[in-house]
């Protein structure tokens, strides 16, 4: 008998771990991509102020802090890969919702994107506690910022002159939140909405992965919420998001 057929596993070997769009490596590659792009902007930004004669000290020094917070949370995003991976460093943790909201809003606004988009919200006065960290908060709204605004820039690619415009509402019940993100971008087709939730899909070719709502997909997963994508009622796309709430005393 030929001595590799005994050796040869009976059942096929299962597929590396980490694969199918699961994969913690190329997840932290695809958010580390947004504080790295802020990072090479506000670089450039600051290269060039001190290139002039008597440079903006004020400016520079905004360029700058702009870096090094986004260094941090490079930093983080490592670091809560890391810690994911280490089964014995889960803690609870309740953050509030709103705030995360305030933040990722204010972190997109520095994509170059976000130039002809406004964003208007409607948020509650009090906190809204959920089992995520800030970071997972921040990433998923990132994800859903950013493609409100590329659908916006594809429209405007066709032609159309007009302002976007990204609401953001979260409104909160007795058990859950529940956060509304509507575009006026291009939209979707309610045919293609299954999909867009699957690893690797995307519409964007060379310049979509088709992991941001993916990842937004696990992010919620993890805290019993849940996320769902559909037509604006007249234009553009409509995204909602829900999760439990969780006590603030929690609060890490
Ligand atoms: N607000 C939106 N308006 C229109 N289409 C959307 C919107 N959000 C998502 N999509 C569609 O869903 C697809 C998947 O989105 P997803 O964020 O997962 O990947 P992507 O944006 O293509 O790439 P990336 O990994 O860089 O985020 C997109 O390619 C796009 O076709
Ligand atoms: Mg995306």
Not at 14 to 32: K, R, V
Not at 44 to 73: F, K, S, T
Not at 127 to 152: D, K, Y
Request: glycine share 8%; with cysteine; net charge negative.
């Amino acid at each position: 008998m030929d001595p590799a057929s005994v050796i040869a596993p009976a059942v096929p070997a299962p597929p590396p771990s980490g694969t199918g769009g699961d994969d913690p490596l190329a997840i932290l590659a695809h958010e580390l991509r947004q504080p790295l792009y802020t990072i090479a902007m506000a670089t450039e930004n600051a290269r060039l102020l001190m290139e002039q004669g008597a440079p903006d000290r004020e400016r520079v020094r905004d360029a700058l802090e702009r870096i090094a917070e986004q260094v941090d949370r490079t930093q983080a995003l490592i670091t809560a890969t890391l810690t994911s991976a280490n089964p014995r460093q889960h803690a609870v943790v309740s953050t509030d919702l709103v705030e995360a909201a305030r933040n990722a809003v204010t972190l997109a606004k520095l994509l170059p994107i976000a130039a002809h988009v406004d964003i208007a919200w409607q948020l509650p006065e009090e906190s809204m506690c959920v089992g995520l960290t800030m970071l997972q908060l921040e990433q998923v709204f990132i994800n859903i910022l950013r493609n409100g605004m590329e659908s916006i820039a594809d429209r405007r690619k066709q032609g159309w002159q007009e302002r976007g415009l990204i609401r953001i509402t979260i409104q909160p019940s007795a058990r859950d939140v529940r956060c509304t993100v509507i575009d006026n971008g291009v939209g979707i087709s309610s045919a293609d909405t299954k999909d867009l939730f699957e690893p690797y899909f995307t519409t964007k070719g060379a310049n979509g992965n088709g992991l941001g709502l993916h990842i937004c997909r696990l992010i919620l997963g993890k805290a019993d919420g849940g996320i769902r994508l559909s037509p604006g009622e007249v234009e553009g796309a409509r995204v909602e998001l829900w999760m439990p709430r969780v006590p603030h005393e929690a609060a890490s």
